[in-house]
């Protein structure tokens, strides 16, 4: 499997570089995060989210790569050290097959069986733009783990139940998010920050990506459902993330850690601190 279409012209991330230069940039995405290396940095205060709690309707759509839910703009997020308030555009996730490994961002080598990737930008008018400013678009990132019992997180079955809808690509759900979905939750502030890349051609240098340490469990089974459900091209959508790339000198900061209570507009639930 391949995240790209290339009319078989190429096989995977390795050839990236031949649809798109910035692919062998020197400051792409995702990366393995050395813990003893990292920086501790006071400035990456919680973040702030406003606009979250309407009633909305996401459009859930297979993009032939991942499954993507596309959020309200009226979400918009704030602090964090970011330089500007951002806004929401969508979440998507990337994951292995059979419920086994595949995160995009490993730690200290570690990598975790899926990662979803919450993208918001600035005040632009789509994605493409905000990738030409260096710091247009900026990733909230959330690893997974393996939940040790074999009872499920409830709190996900919504969105993985409606996975059988979009099983082939440009199938949309309309996934309603009120407050049966809404819930109070620390966000433990203690994140990883680092300048990088989209993870999808055209790569584009222009994110700030906050890593989350927490990470949300799932079972097996619930993380199995993303590969069994999801198709593309005739085949099982699997493997789809890419490989950690060089950090080439970067420096990746840590955050102060300290608590803020919000909430977030789709389950997200993480292991106390």
Aim: a neutral charge; charged letters at 20%.
């Amino acid at each position: 499997y391949s995240q790209l279409q290339c009319n078989h012209t190429c096989t995977g991330p390795e050839l990236w570089g031949l649809v798109s230069q910035t692919c062998n940039g020197r400051s792409q995405s995702p990366v393995n995060i050395v813990t003893r290396k990292v920086l501790p940095d006071e400035r990456l205060t919680p973040f702030h989210f406003t606009g979250y709690k309407e009633t909305f309707y996401g459009s859930l759509i297979n993009n032939g790569h991942s499954v993507q839910l596309n959020l309200p703009s009226s979400i918009q997020i704030k602090g964090g050290n970011l330089v500007d308030e951002y806004k929401a555009i969508q979440f998507h996730l990337h994951w292995g097959k059979d419920g086994g490994l595949g995160s995009e961002h490993t730690i200290d080598g570690e990598k975790f069986p899926m990662e979803v990737q919450y993208v918001i930008i600035k005040e632009y008018d789509s994605l493409a733009e905000a990738s030409k400013d260096s710091t247009g678009v900026a990733v909230l990132g959330f690893s997974f783990r393996y939940l040790e019992s074999e009872s499920a997180n409830e709190k996900y079955d919504h969105l993985i139940s409606a996975l059988k809808y979009i099983s082939q690509p440009s199938k949309l759900y309309l996934l309603k998010n009120d407050n049966n979905l809404l819930f109070t939750l620390h966000i433990e502030t203690k994140y990883f920050r680092y300048k990088g890349s989209l993870t999808t051609p055209d790569c584009a240098e222009a994110v700030v990506w906050t890593l989350f340490e927490s990470t949300i469990p799932l079972s097996r089974n619930q993380l199995t459902a993303f590969s069994q459900l999801l198709f593309y091209d005739g085949q099982k959508m699997v493997n789809n993330y890419r490989p950690v790339q060089p950090l080439n000198g970067r420096e990746v900061y840590y955050s102060s850690g300290q608590l803020a209570l919000v909430s977030w507009p789709f389950p997200l639930q993480y292991k106390a601190p």
